[in-house]
T-cell receptor, first 114, second 115 residues
Framework: DTAVSQTPKYLVTQMGNDKSIKCEQNLGHDTMYWYKQDSKKFLKIMFSYNNKELIINETVPNRFSPKSPDKAHLNLHINSLELGDSAVYFC?????????????FGSGTRLTVV | GENVEQHPSTLSVQEGDSAVIKCTYSDSASNYFPWYKQELGKRPQLIIDIRSNVGEKKDQRIAVTLNKTAKHFSLHITETQPEDSAVYFCAASSDLTGANSKLTFGKGITLSVRP
């Protein structure tokens, strides 16, 4: 069983389109995150949710809108895609960070905007 | 907010040699320091972590040391093998159980182990 699963794994789309990435975790974790990994491999936090509530929103353009229908799911919708949005997007989850072992990452979604 | 610096950005070692990767952090309130390994095209995976009440932790060929006074921590890999080749990320967090818990990552180091 995959602990944190993301779909799709690859996404190629044209500028201006709207797309969504889905994430689900079966670990019972309370907190979920979206991170963006750029071409230089830098992992930068975008959002975090705790029990469906938005906690962290790190200066992300409002074209990005996360949604958490329940604590096991965190989806990311992106409007009006731009070339600079091309990156790998990782979902992650955690519970009692530090006591129970850091983040569990999803396998990533490679988004290419052409 | 927290700022985590990682250096060097690339490291190449001969198989069998040791590798040391260093990180510094800025927030003196940070108290949890994990290390992640990311192989090409795969997800980052936790390999070892340390909390601020411990100075050193070891797990087989890998160890992590923490110097709270200097605000730096290091990953040590002994007897390196080609399968250790990957990108390694250090991270820090100051809020472990609250709703605001998050990890701030360093920029990563690419370790190459030459056979």
């Amino acid at each position: 069983d995959t602990a944190v699963s993301q779909t799709p794994k690859y996404l190629v789309t044209q500028m201006g389109n709207d797309k969504s990435i889905k994430c689900e975790q079966n670990l019972g974790h309370d907190t979920m995150y979206w991170y963006k990994q750029d071409s230089k491999k830098f992992l930068k936090i975008m959002f975090s949710y705790n029990n469906k509530e938005l906690i962290i929103n790190e200066t992300v353009p409002n074209r990005f809108s996360p949604k958490s229908p329940d604590k096991a799911h965190l989806n990311l919708h992106i409007n009006s895609l731009e070339l600079g949005d091309s990156a790998v997007y990782f979902c992650a989850s955690s519970q009692d960070l530090g006591r129970l072992g850091g983040y569990t990452f999803g396998s990533g979604t490679r988004l290419t905007v052409v | 907010g927290e700022n985590v610096e990682q250096h060097p950005s690339t490291l190449s070692v001969q198989e069998g040699d040791s590798a040391v990767i260093k990180c510094t952090y800025s927030d003196s309130a940070s108290n949890y320091f994990p290390w992640y390994k990311q192989e090409l095209g795969k997800r980052p995976q936790l390999i070892i972590d340390i909390r601020s009440n411990v100075g050193e932790k070891k797990d087989q060929r890998i160890a992590v040391t923490l110097n709270k006074t200097a605000k730096h921590f290091s990953l040590h890999i002994t007897e390196t093998q080609p399968e250790d080749s990957a990108v390694y990320f250090c991270a820090a967090s100051s809020d472990l159980t609250g709703a605001n818990s998050k990890l701030t990552f360093g920029k990563g180091i690419t370790l190459s182990v030459r056979p």
